[in-house]
Nanobody, 128 residues
Framework: QVQLVESGGGLVQAGGSLTLSCAASGRTFASHVMGWFRQTPGREREFVATISWNGGNTEYADAVKGRFTISRDNAKNSVYLQMNSLKPEDTAVYYC?????????????????????WGQGTQVTVSS
């Protein structure tokens, strides 16, 4: 069982920055692929970023590439999303998720249906 708790959301002006954190329970966190997703009302959950278990491989959605950075600290059972140059269209509830499938050191996952555990989400609002 993995429990995930996000924090760090809030209200920020366009062009500003926020860092989201996701704290995970469980001794096997270091073996999980982690991902960040976001969702706005009436839309499906959208992939944002993913990171391999050892942090050596990352992938980003085109909409956030160059502005967002995903990282993890396995010693602290945590994953982070540094968000810079925020835009109003980044407004959403952001979720972290854990994929417990092990498929190699470089395995990452963009498909939300492949993630087994989800946090409760944290609201990010970017004002124009």
């Amino acid at each position: 069982q993995v429990q995930l708790v996000e924090s760090g959301g809030g209200l920020v002006q366009a062009g500003g920055s926020l860092t989201l954190s996701c704290a995970a329970s469980g001794r096997t966190f270091a073996s999980h692929v982690m991902g960040w997703f976001r969702q706005t009302p009436g839309r499906e959950r959208e992939f944002v970023a993913t990171i391999s278990w050892n942090g050596g491989n990352t992938e980003y959605a085109d909409a956030v590439k160059g502005r967002f950075t995903i990282s993890r600290d396995n010693a602290k059972n945590s994953v982070y999303l540094q968000m810079n140059s925020l835009k109003p269209e980044d407004t959403a509830v952001y979720y972290c998720a854990a994929d417990i499938t092990y498929a190699g050191a470089h395995y990452v996952q963009r498909d939300p249906s492949e993630y087994e555990y989800w946090g409760q989400g944290t609201q990010v609002t970017v004002s124009s």
